[in-house]
């Protein structure tokens, strides 16, 4: 049994099935006990996550009545209702951490950081490539027209952002960059205006011996900033292009040569 929020709100069944509450109430109740599953929830803080602020003079009750429709979905997918546990504030979710994908994510990356920071550098990215096979799509896929979720799923895919980039540089330390650059470039039609992705694409353009396109990556990256913005590319970038042009030498060196480049 599974339950998954990186990417649209799932539960895995113990026979394989993924299943999810039909009602948006039901949806966006698991969902936020889910996210909080480490510890309680107030009621004022659900109530707030299901009625966005603007709560109807009956939300006490009708919360009650929520959780009680949520515990029998529960059984009705061979679920224990009993996950779910009155507890001072108000609710909490009982996960163990391997039953959560969040938080087994969360571990996936303490791990590869521990790896990262022995120098373990193929163990450190077979972490952080399990850690990001957990993501089905953005973070809660199905509950982004809920204005409540707003901001959090926006830090929950923040941290999905941060091992990517991550992930990247270890692989560029590695010498794959190769077979980077078209889950690169999926990930900038995912975010057009995210800098660093344009920044590891340029440099696994040019260690691919694909100097003009790397060279358009910033033509492009320049043109949507400043047509979509109004401003243009950042400092880090800008240094990057001009080294391109001038064929830098520490472009084909190590990344430890890279990243003291730029802190020049």
Not at 2 to 13: A, K, N
Not at 105 to 130: G, K, M, V, W
Not at 156 to 176: C, D, P, S, T, V
């Amino acid at each position: 049994m599974q339950f998954q929020i990186l990417g649209p709100l799932e539960i895995e069944t113990k026979d394989g099935q993924r299943v999810s509450p039909r009602a948006l109430k039901l949806r966006s109740l698991l969902a936020y006990l889910c996210m909080h599953s480490t510890r309680p929830v107030s009621m004022d803080r659900l109530i707030e996550a299901l009625w966005s602020g603007t709560p109807p003079q009956s939300a006490t009750t009708a919360l009650h009545v929520y959780v009680s429709q949520l515990r029998k979905y529960l059984s009705s997918v061979g679920v224990d209702p009993k996950l779910i546990v009155t507890q001072p504030p108000g609710y909490r979710l009982d996960l163990c951490s391997q039953t959560l994908d969040l938080r087994r994510f969360e571990s996936l990356l303490c791990h590869f950081r521990s790896l990262h920071a022995q120098d373990q550098l193929e163990e450190a990215a077979e972490a952080l490539n399990a850690a990001l096979a957990l993501w089905r799509g953005p973070a809660l896929e199905d509950l982004h027209a809920v204005p409540f979720f707003h901001n959090l799923c926006r830090q929950l895919n923040e941290k999905r952002a941060f091992a990517y980039e991550q992930k990247f540089e270890i692989e560029l330390k590695l010498g794959r960059h190769n077979s980077l650059i078209g889950e690169l470039y999926s990930l900038i039609d995912e975010q057009p205006t995210r800098e660093n992705l344009y920044w590891h694409l340029m440099i696994a353009l040019y260690r691919s011996g694909r100097i003009a396109e790397s060279l358009a990556e910033y033509g492009r990256i320049r043109k949507t900033l400043v047509q979509d913005l109004g401003v243009e590319p950042g400092l880090k970038l800008q240094k990057l292009h001009r080294a391109i042009l001038a064929r830098e030498a520490w472009l084909d060196d190590s990344w430890d040569d890279v990243r003291s480049a730029y802190a020049c």
